[in-house]
């Protein structure tokens, strides 16, 4: 069974930095694009970044270029989202989600998220 | 970036009645490759969303084939032939084809009348 299972959420102040992480199974996740999306409080969703197979493609929204990093340890199947200098803005359920194959890799699979919230 | 524009954004449906969302983007979702990447997505409240159909009109595996997708260029629709309890929560859509960024509609939020 597919799974992504994601975890580091917390309340965070202003400011302050959070290491969320991802966990795959079922699936080599070498072999696939990976991103984070988030979802603010009763909002939309919003792609954060993504990465390709071998970690040398990585890609931002311009709300969070130069504040997050994306990275991913293909030995432990897992990707990362390092998101430092946290605003109140940044507060939302973090999901992981990976990327079908093919040429124009679409996100077809989606973790249950992990909330992080940036308060005083 | 490309802008995803859905409509409506509320949609009230009686059980066994067909319902239909409209997705229009800001530019053509045409790649070179001849297919446009729209995919719709389904969020059931308090659950992460599921890919219910990718490149406008395939389905992914276990959706019913009351679903269904159609359009090119700039205009996409997603139509439940009979609308079903467990078809509630919001539908997005979401473009691939002009990438980073990938760009969602607002959501379309579907009840049971």
């Known amino acids: 069974e597919v799974q992504l299972v994601e975890s580091g959420g917390g309340l965070v102040q202003p400011g302050g930095s959070l290491r969320l992480s991802c966990a795959a199974s079922g699936f080599t996740s070498s072999n696939y694009w990976m991103s984070w999306v988030r979802q603010a409080p009763g909002k939309g969703l919003e792609w954060v970044a993504n990465i390709n197979q071998e970690g040398s493609e990585k890609y931002y929204a311009d709300s969070v270029r130069g504040r997050f990093t994306i990275s991913r340890d293909n030995a432990k199947n897992s990707v990362y989202l390092q998101v430092n200098s946290l605003r109140a803005e940044d507060t939302a359920v973090y999901y992981c989600?990976?990327?079908?194959?093919?040429?124009?890799?679409?996100?077809?699979?989606w973790g249950q998220g992990t909330v992080v919230t940036v308060s005083s | 970036d490309v802008v995803m524009t859905q409509s409506p954004l509320s949609l009230p449906v009686t059980l066994g009645q067909p319902a239909s969302i409209s997705c229009r983007s800001s530019q053509s979702l045409v790649f070179s490759d001849g297919n446009n990447y729209l995919n719709w997505f389904h969020q059931r409240p308090g659950q992460s969303p599921r890919r219910l159909i990718y490149q406008v009109s395939n389905r992914d595996s276990g959706v019913p084939d009351r679903f269904s997708g159609s359009g090119s260029g700039t205009d996409f629709t997603l139509k439940i032939s009979r609308v079903e309890a467990e078809d509630v929560g919001v539908y997005y859509c979401?473009?691939?084809?002009?990438?980073?960024?990938?760009?969602f509609g607002q959501g379309t939020k579907l009840e049971i009348k």
């Open positions: 979401m473009q691939g084809t002009h990438w980073p960024p990938y760009t």
């Open positions: 989600a990976r990327h079908a194959s093919g040429f124009r890799p679409q996100i077809d699979f």
